[in-house]
Structure formats: C-alpha cells, structure tokens
C-alpha cells in the first residue's frame, strides 16, 4: 500500500471508533456475545509482517490486516475455538477496502458455505446482522477490490452463540483403550470416543494416574519410555465448555527391551520470517521454544529455513536469534528461498559453513545416528518451476542410489524440501518423483518435506502414492513460522492434515519410530502409530 494511503488510514480510526458498535455484549440479539475477539486468525496473504491477520481480532482500531497489492481474491480467516450459530458479522475497513466479498463459514476450515455475497459496497462500515450459520470458523473472501490496493481490515467482528454457552454436561467416559503397539521407549494406544450434548474438544491421556498429554483424536502415542518397563494408562474425555468425563478402564502395557540406541529429535521447515520476538504474531521464537522442550539430539529443518529471499543478514538478524541456538546439532537442507539470494546459496552456505551446510562437499549429504540411517537433499537441483538453478542432472541422483547401495543401518530416512505429495497449496510435485521413487525402492521408512506450509501426515504409501502397510511413512512439516497455506482436497492416503503452526517430534528406536505434531501450546496435535522399520535388501 501506498504510503499516502497509509497516512489516510491512520486519521480513519479516530472517526470511525464510534461505528464499532460499543463492547461486546451489544450484538444482533440479546443473547449474542463477541466471539472472535483475540482468536487465532489467518489471512492468504499479508502486505508484510506489521499487518497480520490477528490484527483484525484484537479489539484495536489502530492495528489492521493487509493483504498483498493488486490480487483477488483475497481471504482472511477467524478461528473461533468452537462451534457457534452465526448472527452478525461487522466489519471496519481501512481505506483499501472490498467492493464485493462473501462471508463463509466452516465446520472444519476446509469446506466452506457461503452466508453471504455482498456487492457494490462503498467501505467504512459493514454491519452485516439477521445471518444464519453454524461452524467454528468464519471467513471473509474479498473478490473485487475497492481501490488499485489489496485488502484492509481495522476489525473483523463475529457475533453469535457458542454451542457451549451453559453447557455444564460432561461427555461420556472413553470405552475400549488399547494398547495397538510397543517400542523400547513407546506405548501406542486406541480407544473408541466418547459422546457429549455438545462436542467432545480432546482426550487427556494418564500415563499412572498422572496426566501426560491431551489428544484431538482417538489415539496416543507415548514417547521418551523406559525400555522393559510396565505402564499403566486410562484417558478421559473434555468438551468444549471444560467439562472432563470420568477416567477410563485402566491398561497396562509394557515397552520391550533394548531400546540403546533410542534418540528423540526436532523437525520442521519453512521457519524464519522477517520479525523477533517483540511481536506478539511472530512465530518462529514460539516454535523455537517447543524445540528447547523437546530437547532433541538432533534438529532437522526441511528447507526455507529463512525468509524471504535468505540473505546472511537476514539469517543473522532472525533465523539466528531463535532457531540459531540449535546451530550445533542443526542438519540443514536448503529450500527454494534460498536460491533467490545473489550469489545462490550465499546465506545458507555462509550461515551454517561448509561443515554443517556441506559436510560431504554438496549441499546434499547423509549422517548416521543409532540404528538409523539419514539421507538430506537438495531438491532445489530439480525445481524447474521454482528455482534458477534447476537443471537435468543425474550426479545427485547416482549419488543417492549408491548411498542406498552401502548402507548398514536398519532404519533409512530422508528428508528434503520439496514433497512429492500433498494436499497443500503447491500440490502434488512431479519434479519429485525421482527421489521419491529411489526411496521408496529402497524400503525408505520415513521421509519428510516442508515447502507447503500445513502440517500432513500420510499413511504409508509405495511409488505410486497409493496406500501400502509395507510403504513409506511421509511427513509435510512446513509449519514452523511461515504464514500458513490453505489446505485443499485431502489425498485418500492422508491420514492427518492441519493448517496450523508446530514442530514435529520424531522418536527413533533401533527398530522403530513414532511421530508427534507439537502445537504451539505444547499439546500434542497429531500421533502416528509406532511403525516398524522395514527389512532391507
């Protein structure tokens, strides 16, 4: 935007406070509250990093979202931490504002249903009341432009009532817990769900009485066990309103033996953007923090480590002051954000040197840890779509296949920027699938990408992508800082998808391995199965 325009928009707030409508508890009827204030908010773009979308829900009409200039459409998303019946919807514009929008709403916030399309509108206020819609997140889709600028919001104001107003009925107690599998330092477990009056929100899991994490699914797999070692477990049921069911029957399951070689590490990509910690919407110090919980033995980061165009200076003054701090055990691959510097690669390669960014003399290398065996490439070389530096070449490819060739480990991963499958905003990549082909060949067990930024878990899958018990785990991780994509059609084999922000954690045993999504507020997002490594040769 313009910076005359942003002169304009800072005299709007003074006039236009009185339009907001008073406090929250004035709404389109009686018994409708303010529900959006200070939620999560996302947005499909943002002019830069001083306007972000939770700007638009918290409750200032000095702070604002942005989109990019000239682009429609344009969306920006609401997340209201429960089901809800929609009323009124009112809007504050800055002076880049929708002429035509629709206001959607989403059960999941995936599949979204139109409330309604809005027309010729003239800015300032939109008092949009007499809606009727239920789902926990709304979004306002911005499809033609006011000015020559993008989009830009002061507040974003959702009325109506919560599914859990009042709600004081606990849900049903969890029936059926099992134990679906064992590692030296994991338990897996099942259970059926529980029911409630209004919506079940996440499951506590005991771990002897003493509650060691909350699930948003029906499974759970604990990590970080002492190896032949007896636990007992139950979980119990929360909903929306905080009510907490009554505990389960008990199991006890216990870890097999051995386990030396056991590690746990951190993953993700797509980290730093261009902000520190003195803003309250800047990720990557957050997620950095869930790496110092996590205490890995190693860090790995699935390319576009920095934003956006990773020069040195930009990797000193953020990358370096969160995530720098796991330098040391950092086993980097680049992304194609690193190829934009000039020269290519400078930053990358300056930042981490040649013994961390090219410890084998490229920038695609292997390392070794218990048990396992690791494969870090450069998917970069084969972006043609997305990088300057693509080319056809064979060289890091026979390297690959003759790395596969000598290994001695029982467990193989692999892990580069981008995937080969996905249900984010880049898709499906076909400049991939020669390395997911040679990996899969090979009986890889797991192999990791970043480049979208959502989190998704696949089932295990063959060299076609279709689902196979004997294939391959993959993981998109591009979730540690960088603005979150939407995420689309799910494939048939995903088995949990999230546009969220996280940190993967990875717990690796000399025969097996378990992976956790860890949200921002430390709770376990997302738990796979424990799987077993696949035998090789």
Same mark, same amino acid.
């Given at each position: 935007m313009s910076k005359r325009l942003r002169r304009l928009s800072t005299l709007l707030p003074v006039v236009l406070v009185a339009a907001l409508g008073g406090t929250a508890a004035i709404a389109g009827t009686t018994a409708d509250t303010l529900l959006s204030q200070g939620k999560p908010a996302l947005a499909s773009s943002i002019e830069d990093s001083t306007f972000t979308a939770d700007k638009a829900v918290d409750s200032s009409t000095t702070t604002r979202w942005a989109s990019i200039?000239?682009?429609?459409? &344009?969306?920006?998303? +609401?997340?209201l931490g429960q089901p809800a019946e929609i009323h009124r919807v009112k809007l504050l514009w800055e002076a880049a504002y929708a002429k035509s929008y629709r206001i959607e709403v989403s059960d999941d916030g995936t599949t979204?249903?139109?409330? $309604?399309?809005?027309?010729?509108?003239?800015?300032?206020? %939109?008092? @949009?009341?007499?809606?009727?819609?239920?789902?926990?997140?709304?979004?306002?889709?911005?499809?033609?432009?006011?000015?020559?600028?993008?989009?830009?919001?002061?507040?974003?104001?959702?009325?109506?009532?919560?599914?859990?107003?009042?709600?004081?009925?606990?849900?049903?107690?969890?029936?059926?817990? +099992?134990s679906t599998g064992t590692s030296s330092s994991s338990v897996s477990l099942s259970w059926t769900a529980s029911t409630d009056n209004v919506g079940v929100s996440g499951y506590d899991v005991l771990r002897n009485g003493t509650a060691v994490a909350t699930s948003t699914s029906t499974t759970y797999t604990d990590t970080g066990l002492a190896a032949d070692t007896s636990y007992t477990y139950s979980v119990q049921a929360? %909903?929306? *309103?905080? @009510?907490?069911?009554?505990?389960?029957?008990?199991?006890?399951?216990?870890?097999?033996a051995g386990g030396t070689g056991g590690f746990v590490l951190a993953a993700a990509g797509d980290i730093a953007r261009q902000c520190t910690a003195s803003s309250s919407s800047c990720i990557?110090?957050?997620?950095?923090?869930?790496?110092?919980a996590i205490n890995p033995a190693n860090v790995i980061t699935m390319g576009d480590s920095q934003y956006d165009d990773a020069h040195l200076s930009d990797y !000193? !003054?953020?990358? *370096? $002051?969160?995530?720098? $701090?796991?330098? *040391?055990?950092?086993?980097? +691959?680049?992304?194609?954000?690193?190829?934009?510097? &000039?020269?290519?690669? !400078?930053?990358?390669?300056?930042?981490?040197?040649?013994?961390?960014?090219k410890p084998q003399g490229k920038r695609y290398y292997s390392w070794e840890k218990g048990n396992w065996h690791f494969i870090a490439l450069d998917s970069s070389d084969y972006m043609t779509h997305d990088s300057l530096v693509a080319s056809s070449r064979d060289d890091q490819l026979a390297w690959l296949r003759a790395d596969l060739a000598k290994n001695t480990k029982g467990c193989v991963a692999a892990y580069f920027h981008h995937p080969r499958w996905s249900s984010g905003d880049h898709g499906d990549n076909d400049d991939s699938e020669q390395f997911w082909r040679i990996l899969t060949g090979a009986k890889t067990d797991l192999i990791l990408a970043g480049h979208d930024h959502h989190y998704e878990?696949?089932?295990?899958? @063959?060299?076609?992508?279709?689902?196979?018990?004997?294939?391959?785990?993959?993981? /998109?991780?591009?979730?540690?800082? *960088?603005?979150?994509?939407? /995420?689309?059609?799910?494939?048939?084999?995903?088995?949990?998808?999230?546009?969220?922000?996280?940190? /993967?954690?990875?717990?690796?045993?000399?025969?097996?391995?378990?992976?956790?999504?860890?949200g921002l507020d430390s709770k376990v997002l997302d738990s796979s199965p424990t799987y077993t490594c696949k035998a090789k040769g």
């Open positions: 200039e000239g682009h429609d459409p &344009e969306w920006i998303r +609401v997340d979204f249903t139109t409330l $309604k399309s809005l027309t010729s509108q003239n800015g300032g206020t %939109d008092d @949009n009341t007499g809606l009727t819609g239920h789902g926990r997140y709304v979004r306002i889709v911005g499809t033609a432009r006011g000015t020559s600028y993008g989009y830009s919001l002061f507040d974003f104001q959702v009325y109506g009532v919560g599914d859990s107003t009042g709600d004081t009925q606990a849900p049903t107690v969890p029936t059926g817990l +099992v929360r %909903d929306l *309103a905080g @009510n907490v069911s009554g505990a389960s029957t008990a199991i006890t399951a216990k870890t097999s990557h110090p957050k997620t950095a923090a869930l790496v110092t !000193n !003054n953020y990358y *370096a $002051k969160t995530w720098g $701090k796991f330098k *040391a055990i950092t086993k980097p +691959v680049p992304g194609n954000h690193d190829t934009y510097d &000039e020269p290519q690669y !400078n930053g990358y390669d300056t930042y981490f040197g040649s013994a961390i960014a878990r696949f089932l295990p899958m @063959n060299g076609d992508g279709n689902s196979d018990p004997n294939g391959t785990v993959s993981l /998109i991780g591009g979730m540690a800082g *960088a603005q979150p994509y939407p /995420i689309g059609t799910l494939h048939s084999t995903t088995a949990k998808a999230l546009s969220t922000y996280g940190v /993967i954690k990875l717990t690796m045993t000399d025969n097996s391995f378990t992976t956790q999504l860890i």
